[in-house]
């Protein structure tokens, strides 16, 4: 028995969310049994939901009372009928930040900020009830993968930049028994630290980007190091897992690798299960692929659009992710009823390295243009470019308020945790336009000539 994990799970982990009014073990038992639901019955409890939700939203919320309007039949009398509401897309949550909150006032709201990959982060709030269902499905995929909660994580994640928001997460990641390697800082130093650090915590599983997992896997190789500790799994998010990578992974640690898929404003949409298949929550969640204005045929590749079903503090009704993926038909042979997830097409940013041979995940660059837009230094879009190592170009769709104050903030930025020397060109466009693969490409490095460690 892992007293370790049992202490952090019923003394720490459990009373900390318990009194923050977050009920996630009645919701987790609640998820376990649903999973296996007949498909039919669930798509009756997605209806009930939504039709709470409609309901909800066209009284409380502004943007829904114009967006719903009389020409739209309420209740919905089936799943289908959504297809008739308008979307929501990232330019509406942007603009319409205050419109999409409830009128109601509600206590202890969580901000859930996008991760900024189209270039437009916002924050929206998220209610007591909502947060714990989405970590409640969270713990459930992480179960499919030998996780409990409170089992030791070796995080591979961002650091924020500011000090404030630094504590606040070192508190959060002391009571979920976790320990941080920032994706910030990961030169041959800083890789020595970090394991340093996970020989002495001893952690269960990794989580993290892809990207550094990867990096961290060649750094283990190439000194030939052998860890003193077994893992359960590794759980890779934020960026599409090749099978290469995969592979690369799995080989290195010895271990199996279950992939996550989520977003900053929605939290957790679908996770690995035992037999590879990405199950959505479907409890949370409505989950429709479409191609264009029209839905796209089972295997067949279009945008996903999700409709949360929790979260009446800001509604997401159809909200139009901007990532691409696929929905199988065909149930898993784990026995799970939840919908599959193929191909899943997300964004991608890549790695950048300064002149000295520091690796710098894409979420740096995504952090300094958060602040920024936090800020209101008009900036609606960007793209990042690294041309040298010293050197950038960046792209920016502005809106009213950008200026040569904007350009010195970013630069200011960069400068300052990046390289002192940075030279940085700014270029004005309409929009960002996407790869030919579908990826929506932020944060571009190098190539392969930045792929290893100097």
Same mark, same amino acid.
């Given at each position: 028995?892992?007293?370790? #994990?049992?202490?952090?799970?019923?003394?720490?982990?459990?009373?900390?969310?318990?009194?923050?009014?977050?009920?996630?073990?009645?919701?987790? #038992?609640?998820?376990?049994?649903?999973?296996?639901?007949?498909?039919? /019955?669930?798509?009756?409890?997605?209806?009930?939901?939504?039709?709470?939700?409609?309901?909800?939203?066209?009284?409380?919320?502004?943007?829904? =009372?114009?967006?719903?309007?009389?020409?739209?039949?309420?209740?919905?009398?089936?799943?289908?009928?959504?297809?008739?509401?308008?979307?929501? &897309?990232?330019?509406?949550?942007?603009?319409?930040?205050?419109?999409?909150?409830? *009128?109601?006032?509600? $206590?202890?709201?969580?901000?859930?900020?996008?991760?900024? =990959?189209?270039?437009?982060? +916002?924050?929206?709030?998220?209610?007591?009830?909502?947060?714990?269902?989405?970590?409640?499905?969270?713990?459930?995929?992480? =179960?499919?993968?030998?996780? /409990?909660?409170?089992?030791?994580?070796?995080?591979?994640?961002?650091?924020?930049?500011?000090?404030?928001? *630094?504590?606040?997460?070192?508190?959060?990641?002391?009571?979920?028994?976790?320990?941080?390697?920032?994706?910030?800082?990961?030169?041959?130093?800083?890789?020595?630290?970090?394991?340093? &650090?996970?020989?002495?915590?001893?952690?269960?599983?990794?989580?993290?980007? +892809?990207?550094?997992?990867?990096?961290?896997?060649?750094?283990?190789?190439?000194?030939?190091?052998?860890?003193?500790?077994?893992?359960?799994?590794?759980?890779?998010?934020?960026?599409?897992?090749? $099978?290469? @990578?995969?592979?690369?992974?799995?080989?290195?640690?010895? &271990?199996?690798?279950?992939?996550?898929?989520? =977003?900053?404003?929605?939290?957790?949409?679908?996770?690995?299960?035992? /037999?590879?298949?990405?199950? $959505?929550?479907?409890?949370?969640?409505?989950?429709?692929?479409?191609?264009?204005?029209?839905?796209?045929?089972?295997?067949?590749?279009?945008?996903?659009?999700?409709?949360?079903?929790?979260?009446?503090?800001?509604?997401?009704?159809?909200? *139009?992710?901007?990532?691409?993926?696929?929905?199988?038909?065909?149930? !898993?042979? !784990?026995?799970?009823?939840?919908?599959?997830?193929?191909?899943?097409?997300?964004?991608?940013?890549?790695?950048? *390295?300064?002149? %000295?041979?520091?690796?710098?995940?894409?979420?740096?660059?995504?952090?300094?243009?958060?602040?920024?837009?936090?800020?209101?230094?008009?900036? #609606?879009?960007? #793209?990042?470019? @690294?041309?040298?190592?010293?050197?950038?170009?960046?792209?920016?769709?502005?809106?009213?308020?950008?200026?040569?104050?904007? %350009?010195?903030?970013?630069?200011?930025?960069?400068?300052?945790?990046?390289?002192?020397?940075?030279? $940085?060109?700014?270029?004005?466009?309409?929009?960002?336009?996407?790869?030919?693969?579908?990826?929506?490409?932020?944060?571009?490095?190098?190539?392969?000539?930045?792929?290893?460690? @100097?």
């Amino acid at each position: 028995m892992d007293w370790n #994990q049992k202490i952090y799970k019923y003394c720490v982990y459990l009373p900390v969310v318990l009194a923050r009014g977050q009920a996630i073990p009645f919701y987790l #038992q609640r998820l376990l049994k649903s999973q296996y639901m007949n498909r039919r /019955d669930l798509e009756m409890l997605q209806l009930r939901k939504l039709r709470v939700m409609l309901a909800y939203a066209k009284e409380n919320v502004p943007f829904y =009372s114009k967006s719903l309007n009389t020409q739209n039949r309420f209740p919905v009398q089936g799943l289908r009928e959504l297809q008739n509401l308008p979307f929501l &897309t990232k330019a509406d949550l942007k603009k319409e930040q205050e419109a999409l909150r409830s *009128r109601e006032c509600f $206590v202890f709201l969580t901000p859930k900020t996008t991760g900024g =990959s189209t270039g437009m982060p +916002v924050t929206i709030p998220k209610t007591r009830s909502a947060m714990a269902w989405e970590l409640a499905a969270t713990w459930r995929g992480y =179960s499919w993968a030998g996780i /409990d909660i409170g089992d030791r994580q070796a995080r591979f994640w961002g650091v924020p930049l500011h000090q404030k928001d *630094r504590w606040r997460a070192r508190l959060i990641d002391r009571v979920a028994n976790r320990k941080r390697c920032s994706a910030f800082a990961f030169s041959e130093r800083d890789l020595y630290a970090y394991t340093q &650090t996970l020989e002495s915590f001893q952690p269960r599983y990794f989580y993290g980007y +892809v990207s550094m997992l990867e990096e961290y896997a060649k750094f283990i190789r190439r000194k030939e190091i052998t860890l003193s500790f077994k893992l359960q799994c590794i759980i890779t998010t934020s960026e599409v897992l090749t $099978v290469p @990578q995969r592979r690369f992974i799995e080989d290195t640690f010895s &271990t199996r690798v279950f992939n996550e898929y989520g =977003s900053g404003e929605l939290g957790s949409i679908a996770h690995e299960c035992e /037999d590879g298949s990405l199950h $959505v929550s479907a409890e949370n969640m409505i989950v429709e692929v479409m191609s264009g204005n029209r839905p796209s045929q089972p295997g067949e590749v279009g945008e996903l659009v999700i409709t949360e079903l929790n979260n009446c503090a800001a509604p997401l009704i159809r909200y *139009r992710t901007g990532d691409f993926a696929s929905l199988s038909s065909n149930i !898993c042979k !784990c026995g799970r009823t939840l919908p599959v997830i193929n191909n899943l097409y997300g964004r991608s940013y890549d790695t950048i *390295r300064n002149i %000295e041979g520091k690796l710098f995940h894409g979420e740096f660059m995504m952090y300094i243009f958060e602040d920024a837009q936090r800020n209101n230094l008009g900036i #609606q879009a960007f #793209q990042v470019i @690294q041309k040298t190592r010293q050197s950038f170009l960046i792209k920016i769709v502005p809106q009213g308020g950008y200026g040569k104050a904007t %350009e010195n903030f970013i630069i200011n930025r960069i400068r300052d945790q990046f390289d002192l020397e940075a030279v $940085v060109r700014f270029e004005m466009v309409s929009e960002i336009p996407r790869a030919a693969s579908g990826k929506m490409r932020l944060i571009i490095g190098m190539g392969e000539d930045s792929s290893s460690i @100097q």
